[in-house]
């Protein structure tokens, strides 16, 4: 595996890795704006610019971009994030410039037709009721927003209905014009690439961006608070928060290895305890989520209105636990947990690509895997049992809850219970 | 890549395939049992005896069967179908020979403790509950039921409440003992995979395995029919089938291509008519789902009450007009998807050993890949028309709505507008 780096002369970064075994690629452009650089007004806008993205070219009907690259049997999509737009693509080796083209086309020129903004207009009020019919969807939303409330961090990628409603083709170029800038884009590619040619290409494509750095989005502050919602489902969703480290954070591998040991598989003690010995739920879950400035140790689980109020007691006994008794071999599995679906992550092409172009935002370089196997390493038990016990002393609690929800406790009282 | 087959005295097959740049492997064993091998009174206990074999064994308890695999940064699943339980583990390449330990423990020696039996009562109660709250999860169970009413494959895997709230040790036992035979499983590995000691390490672990024969499964009957109910939603969900080939049946590709160029990418006429020229949904899709002796041509959409009406015109209409004006291109974009999908998906070590044990299940024997590309390379375009015009006079249609549906079309209106 051989990972190499170029620079176009206005700041586009291209890096590219070549997994010989393969005849595909997978390959993107990551732009480092998404939803937490939208002003308050404008929330909702970098999604809607992805989809608008695929509506047409000067070159291009939207079909003929779906054409081009479905054509060939490859695959294009794009998603939004807090931090990203990513547009990407799956194809045989013989297409990735055929790719890029269609990349950068729908990147650097859309048309942003009136008549096509009303019909995606539509299109992402629909999706935007989608999620709100998915309960372990919607209140991962509504957690974002108790953690960061009124800051970008806290708002949802698709925005509220009457901002959707209102975007204007100003609006959009507006966003492009501040925000799609080459120093701010990244190009990954992953698989059956051939480095030099990509980066003539993307030269071609890309080189008469004109550089320009846009204002840095607003630090982000984990506040906390709740949110609730009584609704008649079967199950009472409930999901908490507490701020832990972001991805530039040295402490970050510490509360990767945290969730992992507290609620990351069937042998962490929230599956065990809460799923295994009392048979409260299906599904319970602990993840660190980690942005550029800030980080969510967030835990999910879904159970009956009766069950919910012990549910969140054994949750909160489990975590307060965590910081007495972690025991070495729990932190040493989790470890292992972390570098074995690492390793075997990196089989895979697209994952590859996403790799790439994220620790390029992040470090502007690849570590070698070495490199990061060690920080795994150095995690040890003191150091997660230290920050089990400082969790909830961090920045308080974020507390979302969807359902037959009258008998969970409020945020303070689960406060409280942890810090008694 | 080598494929290679092996078979123990008692009729157990085992099948590898070496991907020798992996340093890692996907392995598990597949059961030709689901929930179409239940009887009426026994739905749902294919999947409660898949929860049980984690539940422990005589020699691990389930803590220490999560753990055997995740000590070893390893990741241990299960899954039924309905027409195979299937358990499986991703490990590194050392580790194959523990994961394999793993998996013939829990499928031939679990306890059934009563007192085990109840707690996981609790947490599949729990998993129905969160399926009900997952309208397009649900409505699929509602298709399948549609489809298929008072038989076997028209039931749900999970099963209904009061049954799950019945199950008992003996009944457990029971189904094991009738269809967990040697004859019927397949124990599938890619990867970083060594045959001859996998060979080898199954004969010790499952050559004692009693051979006989179970009685098959009642053949299934596409029968057609409609499910409706009114539900608080944001989006009305629909989901209609039409009988198709199953994966034994030559015209298995010909469904699979009709489906590609229906529903299968952006590019496909659904997308482009009902999502990108029409804005009224979100999702729309076609898939072709396929069992030994059946198949059902589904396709899906989400979308709000008023659009309703017309978004089920739409479909029929496209439905219609792909038996008249189907073209070359469109059909050759659709075999270039299959077959771009199949190679790509084949850089996977679970996607390949998942991949094998269907194969050996279907045809005894794994094709060569040319195989399988030279039978979608025959599908023409005559064919999909064919079977475009074909779809609905096979056996009716099924109706599946959730959610403010008051303006929908009953399933016979449907019919009524297919062959108008």
């Given at each position: 595996m051989t990972v190499r780096i170029d620079r176009l002369s206005n700041g586009l970064r291209i890096v590219t890795e070549a997994?010989?075994?393969?005849?595909s690629a997978a390959l993107g452009i990551w732009v480092e704006?998404?939803?937490?650089?939208?002003r308050p007004e404008e929330n909702g806008i970098a999604h809607f610019l992805e989809h608008m993205a695929f509506k047409g070219t000067h070159r291009r009907t939207a079909r003929e971009i779906a054409e081009a690259i479905e054509d060939v049997g490859g695959y294009l999509n794009a998603y939004t994030s807090r931090e990203m737009t990513a547009y990407y693509a799956r194809v045989l080796r013989d297409d990735v410039p055929r790719a890029l083209d269609v990349l950068a086309d729908i990147l650097l020129d859309p048309l942003f037709d009136p008549a096509d903004i009303e019909v995606e207009r539509g299109v992402i009020l629909q999706e935007i009721g989608q999620v709100q019919d998915t309960p372990d969807d919607v209140i991962f939303d509504w957690l974002q927003e108790a953690a960061y409330p009124d800051q970008p961090m806290g708002?949802?990628?698709?925005?509220p209905p009457e901002r959707v409603s209102a975007f204007t083709r100003d609006d959009l170029a507006g966003f492009v014009r501040t925000h799609y800038r080459p120093e701010r884009m990244v190009i990954a590619a992953a698989g059956a690439v051939d480095h030099d040619a990509i980066v003539r290409l993307a030269d071609d494509l890309f080189g008469a961006l004109r550089p320009g750095l846009a204002a840095p989005a607003q630090p982000a502050r984990f506040v906390g608070g709740e949110r609730r919602e009584l609704r008649r489902l079967e199950q009472a969703h409930v999901a908490m928060a507490f701020e832990a480290p972001g991805y530039r954070d040295e402490a970050m591998y510490v509360a990767q290895v945290f969730a992992g040991a507290l609620g990351?598989?069937?042998?962490?003690r929230l599956f065990q305890e809460v799923?295994?010995?009392?048979?409260?739920?299906y599904a319970i879950f602990a993840q660190h989520a980690t942005y550029s400035d800030t980080g969510m140790m967030t835990i999910y689980s879904g159970t009956s209105a009766e069950d919910l109020g012990r549910l969140c007691e054994l949750t909160v006994s489990e975590i307060r636990r965590a910081g007495d008794d972690m025991t070495e071999a729990e932190v040493a599995r989790a470890r292992r947990q972390i570098k074995a679906g690492l390793l075997m992550g990196l089989e895979s092409a697209a994952n590859r690509a996403e790799r790439l172009a994220r620790l390029m935002h992040i470090w502007d370089r690849i570590p070698p895997i070495e490199e990061t196997i060690a920080r795994i390493d150095s995690v040890d038990v003191t150091a997660v049992r230290d920050f089990a016990r400082e969790l909830s002393g961090r920045g308080g609690a974020a507390l979302a809850l969807l359902g037959p929800v009258e008998g969970a406790p409020a945020v303070d009282e689960l406060l409280e219970k942890l810090a008694a």
């Amino acid at each position: 595996m051989t990972v190499r780096i170029d620079r176009l002369s206005n700041g586009l970064r291209i890096v590219t890795e070549a997994m010989p075994h393969l005849e595909s690629a997978a390959l993107g452009i990551w732009v480092e704006a998404g939803g937490r650089n939208e002003r308050p007004e404008e929330n909702g806008i970098a999604h809607f610019l992805e989809h608008m993205a695929f509506k047409g070219t000067h070159r291009r009907t939207a079909r003929e971009i779906a054409e081009a690259i479905e054509d060939v049997g490859g695959y294009l999509n794009a998603y939004t994030s807090r931090e990203m737009t990513a547009y990407y693509a799956r194809v045989l080796r013989d297409d990735v410039p055929r790719a890029l083209d269609v990349l950068a086309d729908i990147l650097l020129d859309p048309l942003f037709d009136p008549a096509d903004i009303e019909v995606e207009r539509g299109v992402i009020l629909q999706e935007i009721g989608q999620v709100q019919d998915t309960p372990d969807d919607v209140i991962f939303d509504w957690l974002q927003e108790a953690a960061y409330p009124d800051q970008p961090m806290g708002r949802t990628i698709l925005g509220p209905p009457e901002r959707v409603s209102a975007f204007t083709r100003d609006d959009l170029a507006g966003f492009v014009r501040t925000h799609y800038r080459p120093e701010r884009m990244v190009i990954a590619a992953a698989g059956a690439v051939d480095h030099d040619a990509i980066v003539r290409l993307a030269d071609d494509l890309f080189g008469a961006l004109r550089p320009g750095l846009a204002a840095p989005a607003q630090p982000a502050r984990f506040v906390g608070g709740e949110r609730r919602e009584l609704r008649r489902l079967e199950q009472a969703h409930v999901a908490m928060a507490f701020e832990a480290p972001g991805y530039r954070d040295e402490a970050m591998y510490v509360a990767q290895v945290f969730a992992g040991a507290l609620g990351g598989g069937m042998s962490s003690r929230l599956f065990q305890e809460v799923r295994e010995r009392h048979g409260l739920c299906y599904a319970i879950f602990a993840q660190h989520a980690t942005y550029s400035d800030t980080g969510m140790m967030t835990i999910y689980s879904g159970t009956s209105a009766e069950d919910l109020g012990r549910l969140c007691e054994l949750t909160v006994s489990e975590i307060r636990r965590a910081g007495d008794d972690m025991t070495e071999a729990e932190v040493a599995r989790a470890r292992r947990q972390i570098k074995a679906g690492l390793l075997m992550g990196l089989e895979s092409a697209a994952n590859r690509a996403e790799r790439l172009a994220r620790l390029m935002h992040i470090w502007d370089r690849i570590p070698p895997i070495e490199e990061t196997i060690a920080r795994i390493d150095s995690v040890d038990v003191t150091a997660v049992r230290d920050f089990a016990r400082e969790l909830s002393g961090r920045g308080g609690a974020a507390l979302a809850l969807l359902g037959p929800v009258e008998g969970a406790p409020a945020v303070d009282e689960l406060l409280e219970k942890l810090a008694a």
